[in-house]
């Protein structure tokens, strides 16, 4: 399986993404706003874009669907509970379900709410795993609640299935947050080490070429994977008196959302 990640170069820092196979060079382009880059992209590469597939309904991940299927006539997958947001889903998704591009391509579909209500993200098979999860795990984050999400779901997406991923599953998420990402962790945990060498090694990075983290980076700098971590829960203490002595990890999870959309 062949992964590209494209950035969009816009105020959002949007990510997009082309997962080809080797075999076909058939292609299935994720969230395809800057659509020119895309289709771009895939030429220089000698892929065809057979399928747009949308990790959710915001704007920023699916104005760029009636073009995209203008100029390839590719179809159009989304979650099953975004078909009445999306125009002209061909294929609603739901949670297990497989996504097969080419002859060698498989992805697993996980249903994710959180961020929104119909969310889906992609793991695929194979040696080395990936996961194309939107707007819900961000590197050194996760998405926010406040358009149309659930931090009781998003809580639990996180801790029944995206917080049991092998270490080497591979991330690729929806935006480019990572530095301030990387800075809010280390406001919750100044001693982080681990996160004080990522901030200095990719605070300049370019985004066309961003670092792309696995699972076992990011339980090293990801605050909402650290949710037992004495020192984020002490900090957490002295800033929230009502948190309980002795916290859950949903407890400190939604602690974290919480100052996270005011930090």
């Known amino acids: 399986m062949i992964v590209k ?35 771009c992209a895939a030429q220089k590469a000698g892929f065809k874009i057979t399928h747009i597939l949308n990790t959710h309904e915001h704007w920023d991940h699916i104005d760029g669907n009636s073009e995209m299927c203008d100029k390839t006539g590719a179809e159009i997958l989304a979650h099953h509970g975004a078909i009445d947001k999306i125009a002209n889903v061909s294929r609603g998704l739901y949670a297990n379900d ?7 391509v498989s992805l697993n579909v996980l249903d994710t709410p ?25 590197n050194a984050g996760v998405g926010h609640c406040k358009l149309g999400g659930n931090v009781d779901d998003l809580y639990n997406s996180f801790s029944k299935q995206l917080a049991t991923l092998p270490d080497d599953t591979r991330i690729f ?3 480019d947050y990572m530095i301030n990402n990387l800075e809010f ?19 300049h990075q370019d985004p066309h070429t961003a670092y792309v983290s696995t699972m076992a980076d ?18 957490l203490r ?26």
């Open 5 to 39: 990640q494209l950035y969009a170069d816009n105020p959002l820092r949007n990510f997009h993404y082309l997962i080809a196979c080797e075999e076909t060079n058939e292609a299935m382009v994720i969230d395809p706003l800057d659509v020119d880059r895309c289709i």
């Open 98 to 104: 497989l996504i097969q591009i080419g002859s060698s």
């Open 114 to 138: 959180g961020h929104t209500k119909s969310h889906v993200c992609l793991l695929s098979n194979g040696e080395q795993p990936a996961l194309i999860c939107g707007d819900t795990l961000f």
């Open 173 to 175: 998420p929806g935006h």
């Open 185 to 203: 962790t280390l406001d919750r945990e100044p001693d982080n080490e681990e996160a004080k060498k990522y901030l200095k090694k990719l605070e």
């Open 218 to 235: 990011e339980r090293k700098i990801n605050s909402f994977l650290r949710l037992n971590n004495n020192s984020i829960i002490k900090k």
């Open 238 to 263: 002295q800033e929230l008196p009502n948190l309980s002595e002795n916290p859950t990890e949903k407890e400190v999870f939604i602690a974290l959302r919480q100052l996270r959309d005011h930090w």
